[in-house]
């Protein structure tokens, strides 16, 4: 099995901006430090807003739930 690193970099690679927001959100639910976990949020939520992304609004309210807006 590929590591979440190996299929964010591959995404990159791809272009696949939309698979990034999902790649991201994976990897801030998979750490416990509060700030690693705003870090992957926020760029979630960056490519979520470029691409008009449904979970937008959810990414927006889990930054919002740790004063990061």
Same mark, same amino acid.
């Given at each position: 099995?590929?590591?979440?690193?190996?299929?964010?970099?591959?995404?990159?690679?791809?272009?696949?901006?939309?698979?990034?927001?999902?790649? %991201?959100?994976? +990897?801030? /639910?998979?750490?416990?430090?509060?700030? @690693?976990?705003?870090?992957?949020?926020?760029?979630? %939520?960056?490519? +979520?807003? /470029?691409?008009?992304?449904?979970?937008? @609004?959810?990414?927006?309210?889990?930054?919002?739930? %740790?004063?990061?807006?």
């Amino acid at each position: 099995m590929t590591s979440l690193n190996d299929r964010l970099l591959n995404a990159y690679a791809r272009g696949a901006h939309a698979e990034l927001v999902s790649l %991201y959100s994976e +990897a801030a /639910e998979c750490t416990k430090d509060i700030d @690693e976990r705003c870090f992957f949020f926020t760029q979630a %939520y960056v490519f +979520a807003l /470029e691409q008009g992304h449904p979970d937008k @609004e959810k990414l927006y309210q889990k930054l919002a739930q %740790y004063d990061r807006i």
